[in-house]
T-cell receptor, first 116, second 115 residues
């Protein structure tokens, strides 16, 4: 279940496999990045974030990788479960936006489907 | 579940109607947001309120009018909408004054259909 380097609108994986979801961002000034998960009928939910002074951050079963050289962000989900089925999207913003509150740019989502 | 509730969950309205969307957060946060989520398009920020003061208005048409009477409640008043305004309208809140790096907590959204 990989889509390395490319943003794909859909990704289908087998339960237990690892998933990789990609996101490209455009603003070189962005220094803070977030991944959200949105399940059907619900609002987006924060999963994990990363600042530009890092290139990797790990959470529970999720890892975010940041490549500032090519402005690329990825979310890795280990041992994907049916409950991981959702739309995943990234957001980029800049800590310079302390006076322009909440100004984030959101990416196109990837719909992850986990097959049992 | 997230501490942010929205009503109604679904709304169908004609182009001449006036309706309001309501958002309430039970998290003690100071900033609240309205977003529009259309099919096949990224999330779009519409309005931001910090401590009940509007601090961001992303060139939203005047047929959308926000109101924030206190830090726990946010409304979006709708009038003379167009069919292209049909979308999922999401409310969010964050703890501090709406800093870009604040974690935002989203409500479930109101699915709006304009006929």
């Amino acid at each position: 279940g990989e889509s390395v380097g490319l943003h794909l609108p859909t990704l289908s994986v087998q339960e237990g496999d690892n998933s990789i979801i990609n996101c490209a961002y455009s603003n070189s000034a962005s220094d803070y990045f977030i991944w959200y998960k949105q399940e059907s009928g619900k609002g987006p939910q924060f999963i994990i974030d990363i600042r530009s002074n890092m290139d990797k951050r790990q959470g529970q079963r999720v890892t975010v990788l940041l490549n500032k050289t090519v402005k690329h962000l990825s979310l890795q989900i280990a041992a994907t479960q049916p409950g991981d089925s959702a739309v995943y999207f990234c957001a980029e913003t800049s800590s310079l936006y302390n006076t322009n509150a909440g100004k984030s740019t959101f990416g196109d989502g990837t719909t992850l489907t986990v097959k049992p | 579940e997230t501490g942010v509730t929205q009503t109604p969950r679904h709304l169908v309205m004609g182009m001449t109607n006036k309706k309001s969307l309501k958002c309430e957060q039970h998290l003690g946060h100071n900033a609240m947001y309205w977003y529009k989520q259309s099919a096949k398009k990224p999330l779009e920020l519409m309005f931001v309120y910090s401590l009940e003061e509007r601090v961001e208005n992303n060139s939203v048409p005047s047929r959308f009018s926000p109101e924030c009477p206190n830090s726990s409640h946010l409304f979006l008043h709708l009038h003379t909408l167009q069919p292209e305004d049909s979308a999922l309208y999401l409310c969010a809140s964050s703890q501090d004054r709406g800093l870009a790096t604040d974690t935002q907590y989203f409500g479930p959204g109101t699915r709006l259909t304009v006929l």
